[in-house]
């Protein structure tokens, strides 16, 4: 195999475990969301929807289950919507993302700091601040300070970051740019693999 398939293959899957990552939590979508794949922001509006379970595919309409850093399952808060009905299915796509993650890691003899650990809400802040990450083969940059993150020249500042215990983190930023009022985004932060993501665009430490 070719340097670049190698490449392209562990882009591709890393893609995929974050897509599960992600599935356990996320923002809440609007009906008429305009994505692109340059829309790494997610708006909030208030609809009643009914959702599907990712892993059982029975419909509910609470705001999802998520599992909390001490492995307990919790319902999702306001403004975010998970796609997991029950403590059951957050369970198996936890389960089902880690396993997927772990065999990214062996097929591609991917460089991960397995020592890395959020211990707390801070670190989660701490590791981010000062550094950047630019999207794998595209043109997306979020560098973050002490103030917030500037993604791909929008400014956002920090709501709430959160260690989700080991490896994972996750963030919330609001838009303070007049261009996208009120705009909010959370990103899923892995110091292993040292990547940031919003569920569908993986951006790399650079
Ligand atoms: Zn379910």
């Known amino acids: 195999m070719t340097n670049f398939m190698k490449h392209s293959l562990t882009a591709l899957a890393l893609g995929f475990f ?9 923002t809440k979508k609007s009906e008429n969301n305009e994505a692109t794949t340059t829309e790494v922001a997610a708006t909030e509006t208030e609809t009643t929807s009914e959702w599907t379970c990712d892993v059982c595919k ?7 289950i998520e599992i909390d850093r001490n492995g307990d399952c919790k319902t999702i808060e306001e403004p975010l919507q998970g796609f997991l009905c029950s403590c059951e299915c957050a369970k198996e796509a936890r389960k089902k993302s ?10 591609a003899s991917y460089q ?3 020592d890395c650990e959020f211990q707390s809400d801070n670190d989660v802040l701490m590791y981010l601040i000062g550094k950047s990450f630019t999207q ?25 970051y959160t260690s989700l215990g080991g490896y994972k983190g996750k963030v919330k930023l609001s838009s303070t740019d007049p261009s996208r009022p009120n705009g ?6 892995s110091c292993r693999e ?7 665009i993986v951006l790399f430490l650079n």
């Open 136 to 160: 794998d083969g595209g043109s997306i940059t979020i560098k973050f300070d002490e103030s917030g993150a500037n993604i791909s020249g929008l400014q956002y500042q920090w709501m709430s």
């Open 112 to 114: 991960a700091d397995n």
């Open 18 to 26: 974050c897509i599960l990552f992600w599935a356990t939590s996320e």
């Open 58 to 64: 029975t419909k509910f309409s609470h705001n999802g």
């Open 194 to 200: 040292k990547s940031v993501t919003d569920g569908q």
């Open 184 to 189: 909010t985004m959370t990103l899923y932060v």
């Open 98 to 107: 880690d396993q997927t993650y772990e065999e990214v890691l062996e097929k």
